[in-house]
């Protein structure tokens, strides 16, 4: 599967110091059996620093300072996945995943004429790079559904400010109780 979207893409005097970068953005898809019980799955996405972003603040993919959209610009994710049944009832995914994020934001201001030259198309600096190590664990038992998702997350340039770093534990677990009662018109 794929996506792609191209904005803005500057074919005329692309070394001019006033030229805008290119705004794009695409996301690539891959899953295919592995053998007889096996499954993977792999991810592919990017946006440029102006994707998403517009010269007039009311066209921007905002509302409230919130992405009605993909939540950031100016970033890469790469996902790879695989999926093993567990007890007949279960499926057990382990992944990891790699992410870049640049500095800018949806609700950053578009750069002026002035600073078009040196807005960088793809991943301003500081780069936050994260790391992504985790699993899910999901199924059904009964009329309760169950999913686990945890992982292990580190974070080089945190933030985007550069020299820093983090690592962290997440995980959810979520219940989901099915009841169905009969009444006369069923």
Request: net charge negative; no cysteine.
């Amino acid at each position: 599967q794929a996506q792609f979207a191209l904005d803005d893409f500057q074919y005329q005097d692309r070394g001019s110091p006033d030229r805008y970068p290119d705004r794009w953005a695409l996301t690539l898809t891959a899953f295919g059996p592995i053998g007889r019980t096996l499954s993977w799955q792999a991810l592919y996405t990017q946006a440029s620093t102006l994707a998403f972003r517009s010269v007039s603040p009311f066209d921007n993919y905002v509302d409230a300072d919130v992405g009605i959209g993909r939540g950031f610009p100016d970033m890469d994710r790469l996902f790879v996945a695989v999926t093993v049944p567990v007890a007949q009832r279960f499926t057990f995914t382990p992944d990891v995943t790699l992410q870049r994020q640049g500095a800018a934001r949806l609700t950053d201001p578009f750069p002026t004429p002035d600073e078009a030259g040196a807005t960088p198309a793809f991943l301003s600096d500081p780069v936050e790079t994260t790391w992504r190590v985790g699993f899910t664990l999901s199924g059904r038992t009964g009329p309760l559904d169950l999913q686990a998702v945890a992982g292990v997350h580190h974070r080089t340039n945190a933030d985007n400010i550069a020299g820093t770093s983090s690592t962290r534990f997440e995980g959810r677990i979520q219940a989901t109780l099915g009841l169905r009662g009969r009444g006369i018109l069923d």
